[in-house]
């Protein structure tokens, strides 16, 4: 099973053409392609691996040049040679400047297990590659030592200043380096005239290559180069040697690949074989009663049954051009396999949220179909109890559509917020509901906020009180097929999963009744 796992970046050196930090943390739970693991101390030893852009085999920058464990032994270290390329220099300027500035391993996990909240606990696992990304495990690893000295060409003028009508002249150092590698680089140094620019349109060598060279260098702090840009930009002689550039970023809001019902449940994995199991379930529990002495015992059997789980499969395939696969940038592959996992998990998720809503009690009382303050903590009451009376165990989680945590974000008492984590020294704060996280708490119960529900957003099941432990998702890893067709120079690609959802106590969910 391979994984990938973020971290940040700890430093970049640009003129060393260097970046460190750390690339695992361990006993610490992270954000992975599979879902929330961690990595046991030992788990992952410290290997030779090469960088790759955004987890893309077909775009290296560099390779590692050290890589140990930490003095405290609690995570692994890297530093990584950045390549000479486009790439690599666009990839030092983002890490200097915290744009791209995390690190994501990418492991092939051998031994594993999860816990109850469906956290993959990793206890053996070979490291194959590193990742240069934009989102890190953690929002407080940022980058911490840039070493940015701008370089190449040393610019020499008249150390007089210049009388008006006098040119400028930028002329380079005879010694200097000749390099193969592009002008732009972004470990070049730059020393500053020792006189100012007194024109204010100073003579200019425009071209496309000079335009992006100065544009880097400016971004890197470089006087002059501002002013070229500035100069450039400003001209409408020149006009067009400005570029237009092309970001490899794609805009995507249609799918974002979160899990919030599945995640608010137990997690299992499927057996080995079959298209269905068997768990074994209490349904008599034997009796126990008190008998005056000498009196006989209390005797009722204990009986138990069978549930039977049925293994269900999700697929969706595309077939596209060779043409598409070759010569798209950004790469058409990538983000197809990217959107066909966001979709598959959007599937899965909304069979768990229909099987809660299935399984669950309804509330006996009827309410607003978005209740106000004393209504929501009727509700949590109502289902808490419920939970506990039709399962013996405690309700934890509390899971709403969308609609139902905008409604919870207005509740307020004379204006001041009830679920807010603006309204820390508020004593009417209820918990935390935030506008900027589908996390958080209210009355006491973990707070998922989901946009794969089966129902609408204003139906009986938009809020779902649950014991985690009543439901159980089971699932192996998504699986890709590629077949080539050699008639049509066309490509196949499948993606599909098995996965199986158990409802072990119908009773340890409870969901609304709208009026």
Known sequence: MKITTPFTITAADSEARTITGKIVEFDVPANASTGKVMFKRGSLNPSPVKLNLEHDAGRPIGKSLSMELAPDGNSILAQFKILPTTAGNDSLVEAMHGVRDGFSVEANVSDHAFNEDGTMIVSSADLIGVALTTNPAFDNARVSDVAANQVSETKEVSEDNPTEGDEVENTAVEDAPTEE???????????????????????????????????????????????????????????????????????????????????????????????????????????????????????????????????????GQQTFSTELLDRSSPLFYNELLSNMAAQMAKVQDTAMNAALITGATADATTTATYPTAAELLGVISRGAASVYDGTQRFARNIIMNTAQWSNVMTLNNNGAPLYNVAAGTNNFTGGVVSPTSIRGSVAGLDLYVTANTAAGTDTDGSILIVDPSAYTFYETGNYTLRADIVASGQISVGVYSYYAIATKLGAGAFKNNKA
């Open 181 to 315: 590698t592009p002008a732009v680089e972004a470990s070049m140094k730059i020393t500053k005239s020792n006189s100012p620019m007194m024109h204010t349109r100073p003579r200019l060598d425009f071209s496309p290559g000079k335009f992006v060279e100065n544009h880097v260098r400016a971004a890197l702090g470089s006087e002059e180069a501002r002013l070229y840009v500035a100069a450039a930009s400003d001209t409408t002689d020149n006009a067009g040697l400005i570029p237009t550039r092309q970001f490899n970023e794609i805009i995507n809001g249609l799918a974002n690949g979160t899990r919030s019902n599945i995640d608010a449940v137990s997690r299992g994995i499927l057996p080995d074989a079959g298209m269905s199991f068997e768990i074994p379930k209490i349904t008599a529990m034997p009796s126990v009663a008190t008998v005056a002495e000498g009196g006989t015992f209390s005797e009722t059997d204990q009986n138990s049954a069978f549930i039977s789980v049925p293994v269900l499969k999700a697929a």
